[in-house]
């Protein structure tokens, strides 16, 4: 019996559970006839668990669920309740593509206990959720008026042929693209542009050659935005019930807007351009959204059209700005105007991974009323060029993101307005920033359950339903990114070029050659020969690889190399592998012989290096030596192991660090111990893949070598069994603190410890009584982290994007929780089919798997 088909052929159906009821009654009879049916209730279309990882509350979080995690191919009337209590939610188009692609709520976090949330595509609440309109985009101009020349045209465009609208009443619309006669005074447009605005501010944005962004303060909480201005543009500059614009912007960006740093390091904001057109994208209750599109921008640089969208939601201060480039531009500069007696503030950035948000933010009685007003900008650490000024603005330098035909930028803006906000100080002010920022950087923490998710895993726990989850992964993943790695291809979740590194180019096309070597199927073995191979020139070299980086992480692509040589005995891979042993060969060391994990991060050692180089090395060994010379490199595969657990392992609970230092003289190093702070789930990972991969190129009669392993692996067995999750059979992100906050259960890990656990016992280095230990957890691995959707595809979830040490980790546990949580990424696909693989292995008894 073979068990390789496609997923869909093992689908299960998850059709609707039919309800059968019958009342059967006699008028006025003293009893009845027959029982009464019980009747059933489906299961809810998804249930979700939020947690809050921060120590403060955050109320009005936000929450985006696409129907496509909830199991659905198109938007459906759905019904979102915490408690039994339905909360209002909106159907939102996330990406901007004109679809609608996902549900919307928000909600209530406090310090410490998780919401539940039961999502419903059928009608269960008799009463109606309130609807609070808590956001608006508005959108208007002037009709049954006249275009007349301008009375009194701004001095900079006098005899332009500029015009003013006189006479007629506003009318809302969803779009608008000015006339080129409009310009800035023109009176045509409903306060000079469109406006956005939250049940906290409002914003405004001119559609004009200023492209500046206002202010509006808000002393209400209820929409306002289509009130404002209908009497003439003078009156919202004095303060009114709903409170007043708050900002004078002159010539600046104003609070948030955006232009380009020059190759002079001058300002130009988007000023020349052919068309601006502003949209109404959204305009629900929880959020909403305007899009600019200007067309044909001429800079300083090149012709191009750029995009911006930009979002709100209910109960926040901040404004979402996601920019569009169709071609490279790289100073895109955001910023807020400089007044005079501000305050200029800068958030830390040293103790922030690139993936953290910072700030920059001024503070001070710069509003129009003389309240204290307070204005910033949020971005991610590893988008900043650099923070300077002009005579104008305080400025952030944003680096885009992506490949030239699709550069992106992203950050957010925010004001906080004394009479509205409460906050009256510049400390409470940063207390505010840095909450804001955390919130940013550290996202709730997410369980999703869906009902056809539930569905699928119905099935009894076999070899051939392993087989199933981890080619429905491979799959996936296959269809839709791995091929794209290839040398001047795409890394989709860097948003770079691809390079020569462990996971794309490594262990995902070798789990893929795994799964290849068990199903014999031929897409899967190809993987190796379109990736891997395609960054070995005809003569052997290396493409995107730099030997004298001594980067550890360069190494795993060897093991496909290896295997690309012995299916084709073409001479580039014997070059190419040697190049890679040359590296280990002159790569630098501890004093005791342990291998740095970059020439840069000198005197240390990680986890993550011991899994990046020994398996090659070791294989290495196997494949192309013999003798003595064979020995002294195993003997040295086996000092790193030996070394790694002498100055890594815990004694006390047997876990290992993260890393060590044996200079003692990084931040994140104990000054007397040299290790970091945590037990990384993900770090100890990679050493547990290691020492079962390592054993499969050790001879046999190498008795001594293989003893030792064979204990450590006991050893890691033991302190593994000890932190994992008794509900679930899985294991968390800081694997000796579940309780603590902001910690998470994280998949990556989860599937490494199944692999390590599986092959230990195939190979007989573990006894079978560890088999009940890694059937709960390879039911965790589907149940917690799997994700079904309605095309067949599935998802891995809750993966930790990446973690290091140093340049702003400091190896705190706060540090760890500060890491993006991720999706289908090479570093936990690899795993999760390597996990699949051996199990199943381990669960053919019969062999009747092929």
Known sequence: MTINAPLKQFALTSGAIIFASLFLSACQQKESTAALPILKKAPPLAQIEISNPSDFARPDEPIYVSYYDLGLTSKEALSVFSADVELPSQAVDIDYDGTVDGLYFVVDLNNSTPVSITIENTPVSVKPVDKVKRVQADLAHKVAGQWLPHSRPPKHQINTGKKEYVGGHFENVKSLTPPDYYTDHSNWIRYEGPGIESDKVGYRFYLDWRNGFDIFGKLTPEPVLHQIGLDGYESYHHKARWGMDILKVGSSLGAGGFGVMNTKNQLEHVANVKTRTARIVENGDLRASVQLDYNDWKNSYNQQNLVADISMHAGSRLANVALKLSKDLPNMATGIVKHENTVFIQGDLSNLSNYGYSYIASWGKQSLDKSPLGMAIFFKKGDLKKVTEDKNNYLAILEPKGDKSQQRVNYYFASVWQPESGINSKDAFIDYLNKEAE?????????????????????????????????????????????????????????????????????????????????????????????????????????????????????????????????????????????????????????????????????????????????????????????????????????????????????????YYHAWDELKAQSWADKNTGLSQEFWARGMGWLAMAVVDVLDYIPTENIEQRDFLVTMIGEIAVSLKSVQDQNTGTWWQILNKPAQRGNYRESSATAMFIYFYAKAINKGYLAKEYTALVKSAYKGLLSEFTLVHKDGTVSMLNQCYVAGLGFGRDGSYDYYMSEPISRNDPKGVAPYILAGIEMVKLLDIDNSVK
Not at 444 to 466: C, E, G, H, V, Y
Not at 497 to 516: M, T, V
Not at 606 to 631: N, R, S, T
């Open 439 to 655: 919130k940013l950087t550290q996202k709730p923490r997410l369980r999703i359950k869906t009902r056809l998710s539930a569905a699928q895993f119905k099935a009894p726990l076999d070899a051939k339903s392993a087989l199933k989850w981890t080619q429905a992964l491979a799959d996936t993943e296959l269809s839709h990114k791995v091929l794209g790695y290839h040398y001047m291809g795409w890394d989709v979740n860097r948003k770079r070029l691809p390079k020569f590194e462990y996971d794309i180019i490594g262990i995902q096309p070798y789990a893929y050659n795994q799964l290849a070597l068990l199903t014999g199927k031929k897409q899967y073995s190809e993987v190796i020969e379109k990736v891997t191979a395609s960054f070995i020139s005809d003569q052997g070299k290396i493409y995107a690889y730099k030997k004298s980086n001594f980067n550890i992480d360069n190494i795993p692509p060897g093991q496909n190399l290896i295997s690309l040589y012995e299916r084709t005995g073409e001479a580039k891979y014997r070059v190419a592998i040697e190049t890679l042993r040359e590296q280990l060969h002159d790569q630098p060391r501890t004093s005791a012989g342990a291998f740095w994990h970059k020439k840069k991060y000198q005197g240390q050692v990680w986890l993550d290096g011991v899994y990046m180089g020994m398996p090659f090395l070791a294989h290495y060994a196997k494949k192309f030596e013999l003798g003595h010379k064979q020995q002294e490199t195993l003997n040295e595969v086996v000092n790193e192991f030996k070394l790694t657990r002498e100055f890594l392992r815990d004694s006390n609970t047997g876990l």
